[in-house]
């Protein structure tokens, strides 16, 4: 089992930065692979971005690319996104995911993940 604990959501203004973080614990942070998803109000949760086990290779969408950026420090078992340029649209519960995947690639769909945490509320006013 991987628990795994966000921090760092919040209100913030338009333009303005956000670095949300996760926490993970129950299992060797480095064989993971991590993910960022969303989910706002009436739509489906979608990706964000994903880095693999040792943060080699990263993935972003398209509405994030250029703005938001991932990494990982896995002696402190945390995976981080941060969050540049905010948008209102950006506004929604930001999760993040865990997969076993050592010595793999990143993962973008839901599916493909084992453990979620609780999820932050990122909340972005105009």
């Known amino acids: 089992q991987v628990q795994l604990v966000e921090s760092g959501g919040g209100l913030v203004q338009a333009g303005g930065s956000l670095r949300l973080s996760c926490a993970a614990s129950g299992r060797t942070f480095s064989y993971y692979a991590m993910g960022w998803f969303r989910q706002a109000p009436g739509k489906e949760r979608e990706i964000v971005s994903a880095i693999n086990w040792n943060g080699g290779i990263t993935y972003y969408s398209d509405s994030v690319k250029g703005r938001f950026s991932i990494s990982r420090d896995n002696a402190k078992s945390t995976v981080y996104l941060q969050m540049n340029s905010l948008k209102p649209e950006d506004t929604a519960v930001y999760s993040c995911?865990?997969?076993?995947?050592?010595?793999?690639?990143?993962?973008?769909?839901?599916?493909?993940?084992?453990?979620w945490g609780q999820g932050t509320q990122v909340t972005v006013s105009s």
């Open positions: 995911a865990a997969r076993r995947a050592p010595w793999a690639g990143v993962f973008s769909s839901e599916n493909q993940y084992e453990y």
